[in-house]
């Protein structure tokens, strides 16, 4: 178990430029999450997969924010035309639909940084 | 949707302390309820987590209680020392929405010596 990876840590863009975070869950995890934290706030849930279907989406995630786990495992996350607002921390989240606990584990998180 | 509130929204104790965290939820399906630690730049960790079929768990100095009743629950933390120093969040989340959880805005604990 080596934890969920996320890369970039930290991207500083220009606004109007497009960014992608890619996510790699904890190995044979079937559900997988995004969040986005601003700071002084909690996480708040963008969208989660299960397997490689996209289940649910946040009506926080507009039409510039895509998300992919096209094999089941790594997941993408695009933000087109980025905005000063888009500044955050995106947050990756891993769980096993197996387990009993079916305990979430989270990533170190992406930076974003819009300029 | 679910909606979470968390109290205090920042708690200062002396070593050695006790120190005591509150949130309380909306929706009555929740039936999971998690609490992670955060550090500054750090991931969200899970410390414990309780189900809505106990009323309390303990785990050495942490302990969180849960009332389904009055639909609140709380995480207590004995004898603080200063690497408990964090931010605290409190979630919810129930099996219909697949486990997607709803965090509290969080509590800046400071412990000081």
């Known amino acids: 178990d080596t934890g969920v990876s996320q890369d970039p840590r930290h991207k500083i863009t220009k606004r109007g430029q497009n960014v992608t975070f890619r996510c790699d869950p904890i190995?044979?995890?079937?559900?997988l999450y995004w969040y986005r934290q601003t700071l002084g706030q909690g996480p708040e849930f963008l969208t989660y997969?299960?397997?490689?279907?996209?289940?649910?989406k946040s009506r926080l995630l507009s039409d510039r924010f895509s998300a992919e786990r096209p094999k089941g495992s790594f997941s993408t996350l695009e933000i087109q035309r980025t905005e000063q607002g888009d500044s955050a921390m995106y947050l990756c989240?891993?769980?096993?639909?197996?387990?009993?606990?079916?305990?979430?584990?989270f990533g170190e998180g992406s930076w974003l940084t819009v300029v | 949707g679910e909606n979470v509130e968390q109290h205090p929204s920042t708690l200062s104790v002396q070593e050695g302390d006790s120190a005591v965290i509150k949130c309380t939820y909306s929706?009555?399906?929740?039936?999971?309820f998690p609490w992670y630690k955060q550090e500054l730049g750090k991931r969200p960790q899970l410390i414990i987590d309780?189900?809505?079929?106990?009323g309390e768990k303990k785990d050495q100095r942490i302990a969180v209680t849960l009332n389904k009743t009055a639909k609140h629950f709380s995480l207590h933390i004995t004898e603080t020392q200063p690497e408990d120093s964090a931010v605290y969040f409190c979630?919810?989340?129930?099996?219909?929405?697949?486990?997607?959880?709803?965090f509290g805005t969080g509590t800046r604990l400071q412990v000081t010596l």
């Open positions: 989240a891993s769980s096993d639909l197996q387990g009993a606990r079916n305990t979430i584990y």
């Open positions: 979630a919810a989340s129930g099996t219909g929405t697949a486990s997607k959880l709803t």
């Open positions: 997969f299960q397997n490689e279907a996209q289940l649910e």
């Open positions: 190995s044979e995890h079937n559900r």
């Open positions: 929706d009555s399906a929740s039936n999971y």
């Open positions: 309780i189900r809505s079929n106990v």
